[in-house]
């Protein structure tokens, strides 16, 4: 069963699939052509060590032996001619070459059996001449002297066959020098292919070089431009634009990425224009609110005036006139008419402090001539005296030290410390000397102001009940008043920019604390104040 093979389309691969099939394509191919350069390069140096130490030696070798023969014959006709015996030394010296060189170039031979051949014969011939020439012509010319050997040179044929073993020579010469160029041509031939394989090896360097520039162009150069294009049209404003581009797998995956990334930034942008519309509307139904707090503030403030002219001149007609019946018939009446004048007489008294605490109440913020520098020192000084507390509690009733100066209304903080401390003076142990300690501590951007007691003191529980208007934890009977003083103080700390809080850890008396922002550049000269905290009051 023959099983089938999937092959998986190229347009799939990724740039790094790709980079490696063409970098190991061009790997195996600069890998066969480097075998096959090595190989050939040894072969041509086979070849070129043929030509230099072979061939080149026997060529030399042939010319040396030609004239090894002709010193042998130079020798022997000269020692024919003079019968000395040195003449005979070219012919000795020839003989001894000869030798050596057959002995020399034989080994080079083994594997030329045509040309060593030729050497056996051109030898066989040399032989040949020297027995019948040259060695009777010796001997001769030796025994009988000059003349006799000259008559037998004439009678040998001693030039041809000198000429003839000369012939042999050339002819092995002629051989040689065949050879010779046969491997020269062989060393031309063999480099010449390693010139093609170097140029090959280059030419796959180059394809390889241009095959990535235009597949890096194709996959990665022209789709990253072409995403840059996109994205800088969606930087410009074209949320809803698409961004898809065809390229390598890794760039489509970070074009669909980018285009996860778009889908995101536009889905947040409809929310954002759908916040932004929403907060729009919430604005506009802000601005009529306002504009209706507005016109119910100008109601307020007109509702202030005629509260405090026309509702008080009733108030007190009638507590002058219950007063008046107070002052003249009281003793005439019986006991239940003066305990119910009495009455009369201290319900409008009262409904007149409560109207004229309202009346301050809703005052708080609205007159204002801008926050100045305030030194709380002084503004002590004055509430002190306000409240004679010299007289009526000593002088050790009150202490205060290092308050700072701070930003705001001298007479709404004057009317604050004269609520706090009016409270701790109303709410005394009746047991002990009353003692009020104002101090200032700064935290952060806030300075702290705490106004502490040895009274009655303040449950935990009532901390943030005290502040609410018209909120009492005693009976009027017990202790007068109506319910106004701390709600009075908080709005001012409020308008003033701070917080007012109870210190509900303490266990004996009460302390009560605010906070006010520090004011830059306390100078009195370069105050820097904070914009007053205005509030619409329905």
Same mark, same amino acid.
């Given at each position: 069963?023959?099983?089938?093979?999937?092959?998986?389309?190229?347009?799939?691969?990724?740039?790094?699939?790709?980079?490696?099939?063409?970098?190991?394509?061009?790997?195996?191919?600069?890998?066969?052509?480097?075998?096959?350069?090595?190989?050939?390069?040894?072969?041509?140096?086979?070849?070129?060590?043929?030509?230099?130490?072979?061939?080149?030696?026997?060529?030399?070798?042939?010319?040396?032996?030609?004239?090894?023969?002709?010193?042998?014959?130079?020798?022997?006709?000269?020692?024919?001619?003079?019968?000395?015996?040195?003449?005979?030394?070219?012919?000795?010296?020839?003989?001894?070459?000869?030798?050596?060189?057959?002995?020399?170039?034989?080994?080079?031979?083994?594997?030329?059996?045509?040309?060593?051949?030729?050497?056996?014969?051109?030898?066989?011939?040399?032989?040949?001449?020297?027995?019948?020439?040259?060695?009777?012509?010796?001997?001769?010319?030796?025994?009988?002297?000059?003349?006799?050997?000259?008559?037998?040179?004439?009678?040998?044929?001693?030039?041809?066959?000198?000429?003839?073993?000369?012939?042999?020579?050339?002819?092995?010469?002629?051989?040689?020098?065949?050879?010779?160029?046969?491997?020269?041509?062989?060393?031309?031939?063999?480099?010449?292919?390693?010139?093609?394989?170097?140029?090959?090896?280059?030419?796959?360097?180059?394809?390889?070089?241009?095959?990535?520039?235009?597949?890096?162009?194709?996959?990665?150069?022209?789709?990253?431009?072409?995403?840059?294009?996109?994205?800088?049209?969606?930087?410009?404003?074209?949320?809803?634009?698409?961004?898809?581009?065809?390229?390598?797998?890794?760039? /489509?995956?970070?074009?669909?990425?980018?285009?996860?990334?778009?889908?995101?930034?536009?889905?947040?942008?409809?929310?954002?224009?759908?916040?932004?519309?929403?907060?729009?509307?919430?604005?506009?139904?802000?601005?009529?609110?306002?504009?209706?707090?507005?016109?119910?503030?100008?109601?307020?403030?007109?509702?202030?005036?005629?509260?405090?002219?026309?509702?008080?001149?009733?108030?007190?007609?009638?507590?002058?006139?219950?007063?008046?019946?107070?002052?003249?018939?009281?003793?005439?009446?019986?006991?239940?008419?003066?305990?119910?004048?009495?009455?009369?007489?201290?319900?409008?008294?009262?409904?007149?402090?409560?109207?004229?605490?309202?009346?301050?109440?809703?005052?708080?913020?609205?007159?204002?001539?801008?926050?100045?520098?305030?030194?709380?020192?002084?503004?002590?000084?004055?509430?002190?005296?306000?409240?004679?507390? /010299?007289?009526?509690?000593?002088?050790?009733?009150?202490?205060?030290?290092?308050?700072?100066?701070?930003?705001?209304?001298?007479?709404?903080?004057?009317?604050?410390?004269?609520?706090?401390?009016?409270?701790?003076?109303?709410?005394?142990?009746?047991?002990?000397?009353?003692?009020? /300690?104002?101090?200032?501590?700064?935290?952060?951007?806030?300075?702290?102001?705490?106004?502490?007691?040895?009274?009655?003191?303040?449950?935990?529980?009532?901390?943030?009940?005290?502040?609410?208007?018209?909120?009492?934890?005693?009976?009027?009977?017990?202790?007068?008043?109506?319910?106004?003083?701390?709600?009075?103080?908080?709005?001012?700390?409020?308008?003033?920019?701070?917080?007012?809080?109870?210190?509900?850890?303490?266990?004996?008396?009460?302390?009560?604390?605010?906070?006010?922002?520090?004011?830059?550049?306390?100078?009195?000269?370069?105050?820097?104040?904070?914009?007053?905290?205005?509030?619409?009051?329905?």
């Amino acid at each position: 069963m023959i099983k089938s093979v999937k092959w998986s389309h190229p347009r799939g691969w990724s740039l790094r699939a790709r980079v490696t099939a063409l970098t190991g394509t061009a790997a195996v191919l600069l890998a066969l052509l480097a075998l096959a350069a090595t190989a050939l390069a040894a072969v041509n140096r086979e070849q070129l060590d043929a030509v230099l130490n072979k061939t080149g030696v026997l060529r030399l070798s042939s010319e040396r032996l030609n004239i090894s023969l002709v010193d042998q014959e130079t020798g022997m006709r000269g020692y024919a001619l003079s019968g000395d015996t040195a003449d005979l030394a070219p012919y000795r010296s020839g003989r001894e070459e000869e030798e050596a060189l057959y002995a020399s170039m034989i080994p080079l031979l083994a594997d030329e059996p045509a040309v060593r051949g030729q050497l056996e014969r051109a030898r066989l011939t040399a032989a040949t001449w020297r027995t019948q020439v040259a060695e009777p012509v010796i001997t001769k010319a030796r025994d009988a002297g000059p003349d006799a050997a000259q008559e037998l040179l004439g009678q040998v044929s001693g030039k041809e066959r000198f000429d003839q073993a000369r012939a042999e020579v050339a002819r092995l010469q002629e051989q040689i020098v065949t050879l010779r160029n046969a491997a020269v041509a062989d060393v031309q031939s063999s480099s010449e292919r390693l010139v093609v394989l170097l140029i090959a090896a280059g030419a796959v360097v180059v394809v390889l070089g241009v095959g990535l520039v235009i597949m890096i162009n194709r996959m990665v150069t022209v789709p990253v431009t072409a995403l840059a294009a996109q994205v800088r049209n969606v930087a410009r404003g074209a949320y809803d634009t698409k961004i898809s581009i065809d390229g390598a797998p890794e760039l /489509e995956a970070l074009a669909r990425d980018v285009e996860t990334m778009r889908r995101q930034i536009a889905s947040d942008l409809r929310e954002v224009r759908e916040a932004r519309q929403a907060v729009e509307l919430v604005n506009q139904q802000l601005q009529a609110q306002a504009a209706e707090l507005t016109r119910s503030n100008r109601d307020l403030e007109q509702f202030a005036y005629v509260a405090s002219h026309d509702l008080q001149e009733p108030l007190r007609k009638v507590a002058s006139f219950c007063q008046l019946l107070q002052r003249r018939y009281a003793g005439q009446l019986d006991e239940r008419a003066d305990q119910y004048i009495l009455f009369a007489v201290d319900g409008a008294q009262r409904m007149q402090r409560l109207i004229n605490d309202l009346l301050a109440f809703s005052r708080i913020g609205r007159n204002t001539s801008g926050f100045e520098p305030v030194s709380l020192d002084a503004v002590m000084t004055e509430v002190a005296a306000q409240l004679n507390v /010299e007289d009526r509690y000593g002088a050790d009733a009150i202490t205060w030290s290092g308050l700072p100066t701070v930003a705001g209304e001298e007479a709404l903080l004057g009317t604050l410390l004269v609520n706090l401390i009016g409270n701790s003076l109303k709410f005394r142990n009746p047991d002990v000397p009353p003692r009020v /300690e104002v101090s200032a501590r700064r935290d952060g951007d806030a300075w702290e102001i705490t106004v502490a007691d040895n009274g009655i003191g303040i449950e935990a529980e009532f901390a943030e009940k005290i502040f609410i208007i018209f909120q009492r934890l005693h009976a009027k009977d017990a202790y007068p008043g109506t319910g106004m003083g701390l709600a009075i103080a908080k709005k001012i700390v409020e308008y003033h920019g701070g917080r007012i809080w109870v210190d509900a850890t303490r266990t004996e008396g009460a302390a009560i604390l605010f906070s006010l922002p520090v004011a830059e550049n306390t100078g009195a000269e370069s105050l820097t104040v904070p914009t007053p905290h205005k509030e619409l009051t329905a």
